[in-house]
């Protein structure tokens, strides 16, 4: 802990205001289709009608000659560079499986050709003219289609790389070995075993993926693009339509909801080849069906999990399995897999021995991509579910089995060495972990001991009360990077640039604050820009839970070399030594001093041995301290229907010190409400032929203010060392909550395990009548 | 292309409208780019305005359905630099994240507490049931809206 940190905090651990609030409140024009666009040329795209085919060829002429048809796009004018969607660091995890236009479709929706026209109506039609033929090809619908003997090679083409083995639709394979499983269940008195499945389910940002591209007076391209992953997003159009990232500025305004799905470079490509083709400017916005069809998805995947315990109910082994279904192309496919084992076994540290492995697999089936939780979410759904049946077996309370297992302070795992982002990972010891707490102070809110088993019926409902811990971490430990550059202005205010990236997540403000925690001024002295590839330093981007901990540090370092030349400027303007001088409420303070900030900038500017009051610091992470939630849920099961009702969700979690605690829990509660709906209402419907049969908010139900449980996210203090101020993440962690513990409820309210999602009243039911069949064979 | 007139927030307006145009389009061409677009079949809220005082989705409004009559977009909801009680409120709670849904959200929020000066949270809920939010969780929105209720109960009572 450094000697500031034991300081209180001024600016820190304040819910102040959003930076960017009133701007918000007000309706200001801040998104990219919030400026003028009646100059632009509206881009649509066509999708394709098949999950599986060959375009034999596209007959664009009778579409050309639409008036207002400006430019038609198809596998014929457009790069064929192969590249990745996936906006991650270079060189990306991600194979290089996916070109503009492709000469073959691979699910129904995937891009065949865009027209660029004058008026949207105008490519509509141009759409519906073009004329393209295909020759169909078998799909391949599902995981276990995917792995058959013979079936059908999605990646056929020959120049696609990074693919782990195309010839049999693997996208990618890991396996890694602490110890030795077989013995170590082989010693255990006790040993469970689950296998999850859970389904396609997406993001649903209200804003859907847009783009405004245009060139400058320069000829440049300037892309105003809705994204998490500004300067990868850079890099991804330059290589994809063979330019050079000097040619290429992407700003990023107020973005809509992210959630993983704008990690992923969708529309830029097409946006900046309009412009650089016809000195336009383009616009691109999917609609909302478009975004449900051919934007991005939670990885559906089929996990195993089996456990070993001795008697204590110490667990000797853990064996995970997953098989993750990528869709037709691979973003994220590996490095979410690998996620699955990496961000959930090292909570279980006391297991000598552990084992995961899997696959992700190639299908014609929509894209999966990235998706808060990123693999995590999948793991501990089974991970959980398992541990609940072996405290079970056990005759052990499920918190006591999680008590006797759980990571603590001082200890590492095996698996964050062996496992990382899509390599080998990074070994390091947890330095914060308030698990026992959170578990207590849940317990004693949701009233565990008095309902656990209590089965209280109301009519038909039956009650119950489940629970599930878990871990996530703080960026990408040796692979993020983030940057910040601070300057100073003559009345004491400052810029803060960042590559940083608000989607919405109140980056801009908490780095702020960090900043002004350093420069002793409020936080609206800093002026934040964020995100402009032209404007501000690199940063990866917002993906990871990486901000707080590491953009916030490359901040906190920025600002402390700012400090260090205000304070020797103003030491040789008062005459005192730099070590007698602090930084307080906008002043220079000393034993005999009291100098303004303002005071100290002018001079430095305008009057003795000038020069500008500023500085860039660099952050790459050596570890990711996770941060740790334990979720607990009172469920009420209607026995005649199946329906779930969700009563109370309590969850408690330590996430260092909330730089913003309202933001803080705001990351919180919105993880758990859209767990919630991934967990029991939220399911993309897929037709027999691969189409998405309910791409609509009408369809495709998202909760809503009416169907939120009382929710209860409280946050307990805690400090991470290696931390900006102390702080860890929490944007990810709280979404992997609510598919265990609602689970487990349900398995306390009426007895049935559900390892099928979402827990519709169809499943339910069905598992409830399967469930009273087999205890009662002739009844 | 027809012409519409609109009173918007409180300014009348003669604007073009073409044949089956929603006033979701016409408005955010004339730049109230507030008035957010999220689905465009009436699912998400985000392009929630009052239409004579009542809370409605542009997007399902045909423009000359709403000839003649008056409209209020978030724009209009501050009088200059002094924001409403229920934006205060918003900013107050942390009810922003993106703050894309958050102009809609305030004008259901304000259709509601026009009607109504003391919803209970049922009631709350219920007023912005329509509008989708996948940010928050809707707590700090609710929090906000019984803020800016007992606000403006007490600024009626000075």
Redesign the interface.
């Known amino acids: 802990m450094s000697e500031r940190a034991r300081e209180p905090f001024v600016v820190v651990g304040k819910s102040v205001r959003k930076v960017d609030g009133v701007g918000l409140v007000k309706g200001k024009p801040k998104f990219v289709a919030d400026v003028d666009l009646s100059d632009v040329l509206h881009v649509r795209i066509l999708g394709s009608p098949h999950a599986h085919a060959r375009i034999v060829s596209i007959d664009t002429s009778a579409a050309e000659r639409i008036p207002g048809v400006v430019a038609v796009l198809t596998h014929a004018n457009t790069p064929a560079t192969r590249h990745t969607t996936a906006g991650q660091g270079y060189p990306e995890p991600s194979p290089y499986d996916t070109r503009m236009f492709d000469t073959k479709v691979r699910f129904v929706g995937d891009r065949v050709a865009a027209v660029a026209a004058e008026t949207e109506e105008a490519a509509e039609k141009a759409l519906r003219a073009l004329r393209v033929t295909y020759e169909e090809l078998p799909a391949v619908l599902s995981i276990d289609e995917a792995r058959a003997h013979g079936a059908p090679v999605i990646h056929d083409e020959g120049d696609s790389t990074g693919i782990y083995d195309a010839a049999r639709n693997i996208v990618a394979d890991v396996d890694i070995d602490v110890g030795d499983v077989g013995r170590g269940f082989a010693q255990s008195a006790v040993t469970v075993e689950t296998t999850c499945e859970t389904q396609y389910a997406q993001h649903t940002p209200i804003e859907t993926h847009v783009v405004h591209s245009l060139l400058d007076s320069d000829d440049r391209l300037v892309l105003r693009t809705s994204t998490q992953v500004p300067f990868h997003a850079r890099r991804i159009v330059a290589q994809t339509l063979g330019i050079p990232i000097q040619r290429i500025r992407v700003i990023k305004p107020r973005v809509g909801g992210g959630f993983g799905a704008k990690q992923e470079v969708l529309l830029e490509d097409i946006a900046g080849w309009v412009t650089l083709r016809t000195g336009r400017p383009a616009f691109v916005c999917l609609s909302r069906a478009e975004e449900f069809v051919a934007a991005r998805t939670r990885h559906p995947m089929r996990v195993r999990v089996k456990l070993g315990a001795n008697a204590d109910g110490v667990l000797q082994a853990i064996e995970m399995e997953a098989t993750s279904n990528t869709g037709a192309y691979g973003a994220h496919g590996l490095t979410v897999l690998a996620n699955t084992g990496s961000k959930t076994l090292p909570l279980y540290n006391k297991a000598e021995n552990a084992h995961f492995y899997g696959q992700a697999v190639y299908t014609n089936l929509p894209v999966p991509g990235a998706y808060r939780g990123y693999g995590a979410t999948q793991g501990y759904f089974p991970l959980e579910t398992a541990m609940d049946e072996l405290a079970e077996r056990l005759g052990l309370d499920p918190i006591e089995l999680r008590r006797r297992n759980h990571i603590r302070v001082g200890e590492g795992s095996p698996i964050f060495e062996k496992l990382g982002e899509g390599r080998e990972g990074v070994s390091q010891t947890v330095k914060s972990c308030e698990l026992e707490r959170c578990l207590a102070v849940g317990a004693e809110r949701i009233g565990w001991r008095e309902k656990r088993g209590t089965r209280r019926r109301e009519g038909p409902w039956v009650h119950g009360v489940g629970m599930s811990i878990m871990m996530q971490g703080s960026g990408i430990p040796q692979i993020d990077m983030a940057a910040a550059t601070i300057k100073m202005n003559e009345d004491g205010s400052f810029n803060l640039l960042v590559g940083a990236t608000d989607i919405g997540t109140g980056s801009d403000t908490i780095l702020a604050q960090i900043a002004a925690e350093v420069l002793g001024v409020p936080a609206s002295r800093m002026i934040v820009t964020s995100s402009d590839t032209d404007l501000t330093p690199f940063d990866v981007g917002a993906y990871a839970s990486s901000t707080t901990y590491v953009s916030g540090m490359a901040v906190e370092r920025a600002a402390g070399k700012v400090r260090e030349q205000i304070l020797s400027v103003a030491a040789a303007m008062c005459k005192e030594p730099v070590e007698n001088l602090r930084l307080l409420e906008e002043h220079v303070v000393g034993p005999a001093a009291r100098v303004p900030l303002a005071e100290v900038c002018r001079r430095a500017m305008y009057s003795s041995e000038q020069f500008q009051i500023a500085a860039t610091a660099s952050c790459v992470p050596t570890e990711s301290p996770p941060p740790f939630l334990a979720s607990f849920a009172e469920v009420a099961v209607d026995v005649e229907t199946g329906r779930v009702k969700v009563v109370r969700y309590v969850a408690v979690a330590d996430c260092g010190v909330p730089i913003n605690p309202l933001m803080a829990e705001g990351q919180i509660e919105g993880s758990i409400v859209n767990g919630l709906g991934y967990a029991l209402t939220e399911e993309m419907l897929l037709s027999s032929t691969g189409r998405v049969r309910n791409p609509s908010l009408f369809d495709y139900k998202i909760p809503g203010a009416l169907d939120v449980p009382a929710l209860d996210v409280i946050l307990v203090g805690s400090y991470e060392p290696t931390g900006p101020m102390g702080a860890k993440s929490v944007g990810e962690i709280g979404i992997n909550g609510p598919m265990p513990t609602i689970a487990n409820a349900i398995y306390d309210a009426v007895g049935v395990r559900l390892h099928e999602t979402p827990f519709t009243p169809e499943r339910v039911l069905a598992a409830i009548r399967r469930e009273a069949a087999e205890r009662c064979p002739l009844a | 292309m027809a012409s519409v007139e609109l009173t918007i927030n409180s300014v009348r307006r003669t604007l073009d409208a073409a044949p089956g145009e929603t006033l979701l389009e016409v408005l955010?061409?004339e730049?109230?780019?507030?008035?957010?677009?999220?689905?465009?079949?009436g699912?998400?809220g985000?392009c929630t305005v009052l239409l004579d005082g009542r809370a409605v989705n542009a997007c399902l409004v045909l423009a000359a359905k709403a000839n003649g009559k008056e409209i209020l977009?978030?724009?209009g909801?501050?009088s200059g630099d002094a924001?409403h009680p229920i934006?205060e409120a918003?900013?107050?709670?942390?009810a922003?994240?993106?703050?894309?849904?958050?102009?809609g959200m305030?004008l259901s929020a304000y259709d509601l507490l026009s009607r109504n000066p003391t919803p209970s949270e049922g009631e709350?809920?219920?007023a912005?049931?329509?509008?989708?939010?996948?940010?928050?969780?809707?707590?700090?929105?609710?929090r906000a809206i019984q803020a800016a209720a007992e606000r403006m109960r007490s600024a009626r009572h000075e």
Do not use: H, M, W
């Not at chain 2, 918003?90 to 942390?94: C, K, P, S, T």
């Open positions: 955010r061409r730049g109230y780019t507030g008035v957010k677009r999220g689905c465009g079949s699912d998400c985000a977009t978030i724009e909801l501050a924001l934006q918003f900013l107050d709670e942390g922003v994240q993106c703050g894309y849904c958050t102009p305030i709350i809920r219920q912005i049931s329509g509008n989708l939010c996948r940010c928050t969780g809707y707590v700090k929105q609710v």
